[in-house]
């Protein structure tokens, strides 16, 4: 059996196909040969700093050519990458950057500020790279470009070599305490993400190196990936892996704040096949333009899109598909930790039931006391998923034993979500527990009651949150991101709640908002608009 390694995977590709784009942004576009030399050119310059096997390199970088070139420099190498929010503060940077014992660091120049306040905190980054955008590097740091430029055409690796245990390292969760590094085996990872196929175009995955190079030639279709959201988060980064793996090019936008006009263009010029987004955050507004100017744009050539990290929708889909009927919608259901945990497949023939998700071949659903719960039962439970499943969570014994469990005899990722099991075997996706709202008695998972609130004509957006109450402990806030000027009322809404779910349910508190404010991985801050719900309704905590 193969053991896979990205970077032995993307050289072949480069050999095969070496005139092919692999990265494109804006007027850049970098052929596969190219994006080969110029990994190989930055492992080289690693190796020259002293970093040792599976030292840490952080990408601490937007979205562009350089993210990926990062990662599989590292690759190649023998390095495990480190993924990099780019929104964290000095206080999280730092805490990062220390907890992954990162000794390089690839940055942006519009994050020079802050690294030039940071870098005497972190003593073991041995070499600070510096992706400049118009000024110079600073003289205390390398610039990258200068770097890489020249490329190398010879494979670099490690006096240690290359294997399929070299680590990737996801960090996650900056929202419920400091972020926590996910430890990928790569070959665990090539694994989940396919092992070189793809279901949606009929290639079944690669059983060797030798497998992948057959399918690979100048004539093969190229596939085309276009990332709208960050790379610094999985759903972007693994999704650009998967179209790697099939020899295919990544798109990213040019600008840095969301724009549809931008995205819908990019996929035009770039013939784009497959685009990345995160729920609603990104698939509303596209929506909204697309129903203003049908037709501005030649969307042909799409065939999937694809969202996961936060529900997405059904009326958006719906409408998303009478724009791109030929088109797939997927909205994945899975974490930093648990990839393919289960999947909703919408078609121009049905969009499918929101929340309601196709379980994975290796997921299932237990109580809290290892118990598998009964299809069509009616009782929740925690969603598992075992075989290729990561190591744990970087140096943190205490939270690995949290999540990765082991029931009826196998080690399984336990991330949270809480579910109900369908007679047919699907999944309703509640929640996470850790937001769950207690109120007289009851659980109440905040993704139920925003589902239902999402599909009134007049809510764009919508958060629950518990309130403090002196009766039921809890009782129900609906934060609510209107559509344009609408002015939703409590009583609409709550009569609006109630049609779909038990009446205890439905929001006795509402607090307009104009935006949720969520992250680019579609994730919300819940203690945040808790605070802002506190503090306009005037309750004591």
């Known amino acids: 059996m193969t ?72 690759f190649k190498g023998g390095f495990a990458p480190v993924n990099t929010n780019y929104r964290y503060g000095h206080d999280e940077i730092v805490y990062l950057f220390d907890n992954a014992d990162a000794e390089a660091v690839v940055f942006h120049e519009a994050f020079l500020d802050l690294v030039e306040r940071v870098r005497h905190e972190l003593p073991k980054v041995r070499r600070w790279y510096c992706v400049t955008e118009g000024g110079t590097a600073p003289d205390w740091a390398t610039d990258y470009e200068a770097v890489v430029s020249p490329g190398v055409a010879e494979s670099v690796r490690g006096p240690w070599g290359r294997s399929g245990d070299d680590l990737l390292l996801l960090y996650t969760g900056g929202t419920t305490g400091m972020p926590k590094g996910v430890m990928w085996r790569q070959d665990d990872l090539f694994n989940v993400l396919g092992s070189g196929g793809n279901a949606v175009l009929g290639i079944p995955p690669a059983e060797s190196m030798a497998q992948l190079a057959e399918r690979l030639t100048p004539d093969s279709p190229s596939f085309v990936l276009l990332s709208a959201c960050p790379l610094m988060h999985g759903t972007g980064q693994f999704s650009s892996l998967i179209a790697m793996n099939l020899g295919g090019c990544v798109v990213t936008l040019p600008s840095r704040h969301f724009d549809v006009h931008e995205l819908l263009g990019e996929v035009e010029r770039n013939r784009v096949n497959s685009i990345i987004i995160v729920g609603q955050a990104f698939a509303g507004p596209i929506l909204e333009t697309l129903d203003a100017e049908p037709g501005r744009h030649d969307l042909s050539s799409v065939i999937m899109m694809s969202s996961s990290g936060v529900m997405w929708a059904q009326d958006n889909k719906e409408g998303l598909l009478r724009h791109l009927p030929q088109a797939a919608l997927f909205d994945s259901f899975g974490s930093s930790e648990a990839v393919g945990m289960g999947a909703s497949v919408s078609t121009a023939g049905g969009a499918s039931q929101t929340a309601r998700f196709q379980i994975g071949p290796a997921c299932a659903v237990f109580t809290e006391d290892g118990r598998r719960v009964t299809p069509g039962s009616g009782e929740r439970g925690l969603v598992a998923v075992s075989g290729f499943i990561p190591l744990g969570y970087y140096k943190d014994e205490a939270k690995t034993a949290q999540t990765f469990r082991t029931f009826e005899g196998q080690r399984w990722t336990v991330p949270g979500d809480w579910a109900e099991v369908n007679d047919d075997g699907t999944l309703v996706l509640l929640g996470r527990g850790s937001v769950c709202i207690n109120t007289g008695g009851e659980k109440v998972f905040p993704e139920e009651v925003e589902e239902a609130l999402k599909q009134h004509p007049a809510v764009r957006d919508a958060v629950a949150v518990g309130i403090p109450d002196p009766r039921f402990g809890e009782t129900i806030c609906a934060v609510v991101e209107p559509v344009d000027a609408a002015e939703p009322t409590l009583q609409e809404l709550a009569d609006h709640v109630k049609e779909h779910l038990a009446h205890y349910k439905a929001p006795r508190h509402l607090v307009l908002v104009d935006t949720i404010g969520r992250a680019p991985n579609g994730k919300v801050d819940y203690k945040r608009l808790k605070g802002v719900a506190v503090d306009r309704l005037g309750v004591a905590t």
């Open 3 to 74: 053991a896979w390694n990205f970077a032995d995977v993307y050289e072949l590709v480069a050999a095969q196909v070496p005139d092919r784009p692999c990265q494109v942004q804006g007027d850049r576009v970098i052929t596969w040969a190219q994006f080969d030399a110029r990994a190989n050119a930055f492992a080289a310059d690693l190796l020259a700093a002293g970093l040792t096997h599976q030292s840490k390199v952080a990408a601490y970088l937007h979205n562009g050519p350089e993210y990926l070139e990062t990662y599989i420099g590292a």
